[in-house]
């Protein structure tokens, strides 16, 4: 099963025109997290823009990560249909190795009985563990709470779901009463307070301020709910920006690029650029962010 905590969704940092994949920037990105202690890293998921890299970005990505930090790794797959994805699977299996904390596979299918026998043949292909994602936005494919448990419990292999269905926080609660495997928030943390309260075991997303999220985190662990709401508020207004619809990648990437973390915040098409109007005040988020964690 998958640790507890925060796993930390890596971005994949572009460079020059042609927005090449920046490997001393990703190198000095997940070297950062290494230094916050989170429990591991995600890699080529949405954030990491994975469905936009061919097969040598996806190499030079997952190894560079691997390079530079000890930590375990849960590897996202891009595809819906079964063959492609095992073939995603079966190269991060081989560049990872025992390291390979799990393969991050989406949800293809609203069926219980159809999605059970991909995961299965997944599995059984690759010998990896599954971390399911749940991700509508993404995917397309929409599955009730109980439909999803139905068919996560009939399937071998499963080590984590990462749930991203709003409402979130009702699913979490469905999934974690149903099955014996952790299930972990995303988006960007918005709703990670709450679903830690449902019952999630972390955070599994990418806000640029990955110390907010392990604040929240920790806290929950220690002291409850009164003890993370404290932690976590003053992070809440910088998640809320980060996630606005159509622009977060950018708008997160480039939050990333001021802390100094990646040496450039472009994002590859058709992802949307960064909007002008919003320099201003994402500058004034990050500032502030930024000097809170620095007393701290």
């Known amino acids: 099963m998958l640790a507890p905590g925060v796993w930390g969704v890596v971005a994949t940092p572009f460079t020059g025109s042609a927005l090449d994949v920046d490997e001393p920037s990703l190198a000095r990105l997940v070297e950062h997290y290494a230094s916050l202690g989170v429990a591991g890293l995600t890699v080529l998921g949405v954030f990491g823009e994975a469905a936009r890299l061919d097969t040598a970005d996806r190499r030079a990505v997952l190894e560079t990560v691997l390079d530079s930090v000890d930590l375990p790794v849960v590897v996202g ?48 292909a690759t010998g990896a563990g599954l971390v399911v994602q749940d991700y509508p936005l993404v995917s397309g494919v929409r599955i009730a709470p109980a439909a999803l448990a139905a068919a996560l419990a009939a399937t071998p292999g499963v080590v984590a779901v990462k749930a991203e269905a709003p409402p979130t926080t009702t699913a979490i609660a469905t999934l974690t009463e149903s099955l014996d495997v952790p299930v972990f928030g995303g988006l960007g943390g918005l709703g990670l307070l709450d679903e830690l309260a449902a019952g999630a075991a972390g955070a599994m997303t990418g806000f640029s301020f990955p110390e907010g999220l392990l604040a929240c ?61 919003l320099r201003e005040q994402l ?10 964690t620095e007393v701290a």
């Open 77 to 124: 797959a891009t595809g819906l249909s079964t063959a492609p994805v095992i073939e995603e699977v079966a190269l991060a299996a081989e560049l990872a190795g025992s390291r390979l904390a799990g393969a991050m596979v989406q949800v293809n299918s609203g069926d219980p009985h159809v999605l059970s026998r991909h995961l299965a043949d997944v599995h059984e």
């Open 217 to 277: 985190v920790e806290a929950w662990q220690a002291g409850g709910y009164a003890a993370a709401r404290e932690a976590f508020l003053p992070y809440l207004p910088l998640v809320n920006f980060e996630q606005q619809a159509t622009v977060a990648l950018a708008v997160r990437k480039e939050c990333l690029r001021r802390r100094g973390l990646i040496l450039d915040a472009g994002v590859r098409p058709p992802a949307a650029s960064l909007p002008e109007a």
């Open 283 to 292: 500058h004034r988020h990050v500032t502030a962010v930024s000097t809170m």
